[in-house]
């Protein structure tokens, strides 16, 4: 069973700092890009980071490059989203998931695995 396993939400301050972890498999690590989605109450999914198998080349979205960094430890096959400078709206749950085929930027077929979800509300 493929599971990816989340981390590291909770309840920060606006400016504050926070960061989430995907664990998964040795193998999702060598074949898949992970990629970074978070949908607000009312809005769509959105997505925000990813990061390639083999090389890692990093893609981010307008809303928070320069704020957010994607970045993987292959030898504890975890994946991290560290989320700087953050905003109220910057609240949403926050979602990895893993895709084997798919370039990024598919975002309505993109994901063949989905962690559970993480909080992450940031306080006026």
């Known amino acids: 069973e493929v599971r990816l396993v989340e981390s590291g939400g909770g309840l920060v301050q606006t400016g504050g700092s926070l960061r989430l972890s995907c664990a998964a498999s040795?193998?999702?690590?060598?074949?898949?890009?992970i990629g970074w989605f978070r949908q607000a109450p009312g809005k769509e999914r959105e997505g925000i980071a990813c990061?390639?198998?083999?090389?890692?080349?990093?893609f981010y979205a307008d809303s928070v490059k320069g704020r957010f960094t994607v970045s993987k430890e292959n030898a504890k096959n975890t994946a991290y989203l560290q989320m700087d400078s953050l905003t109220p709206e910057d609240t949403a749950v926050y979602y990895c998931?893993?895709?084997?085929?798919?370039?990024?930027?598919?975002?309505?077929?993109?994901?063949?695995?989905w962690g559970q979800g993480a909080q992450v509300t940031v306080s006026p």
């Open positions: 990061i390639t198998r083999g090389n890692g080349t990093q």
């Open positions: 040795e193998f999702i690590f060598d074949n898949y890009h």
């Open positions: 998931a893993a895709e084997r085929w798919l370039a990024w930027g598919i975002f309505d077929r993109w994901g063949d695995y």
